[in-house]
């Protein structure tokens, strides 16, 4: 059974930073692009970072600058640092390991994680 499993998440104060991880097993880290999404309340989930084929990260442009996907290979673990933090920025925050196959996409979902911002 595949699993992601984040962390990192909680109450953070608006200007505040937060780093979230995702991990999971090495067979999907390794063969899957990593990306996270989130999901506020009352809206749809949107994409925050997304890796590339090549691994390159790239972010909407309602995130570009304070949003900073990387990934350990080390320890499977793909990150989400999340710098001037606004209160706009609370929704639960949910990690997606995805790959194209032959018969559609193939992907897979964290159980998610709350992000609160607020003083």
């Known amino acids: 059974q595949v699993q992601l499993v984040e962390s990192g998440g909680g109450l953070v104060q608006p200007g505040g930073s937060l780093r979230l991880s995702c991990v999971t097993s090495?067979?999907?880290?390794?063969?899957?692009?990593m990306a996270w999404y989130r999901q506020a309340p009352g809206k749809q989930r949107e994409l925050v970072a997304t890796?590339?084929?090549?691994?390159?990260?790239v972010y909407p442009g309602s995130v570009q600058g304070r949003f900073t996907l990387s990934r350990d290979n080390a320890k499977n673990t793909v990150y989400l640092q999340i710098d001037s933090l606004k209160p706009d920025d609370t929704a639960v925050y949910y990690c997606n390991a995805a790959r194209r196959t032959d018969i559609g996409l193939q992907q897979y979902w964290g159980q998610g994680i709350q992000v609160t911002v607020s003083s």
């Open positions: 890796e590339t084929d090549g691994r390159r990260a």
């Open positions: 090495e067979a999907i880290f390794s063969t899957y692009v």
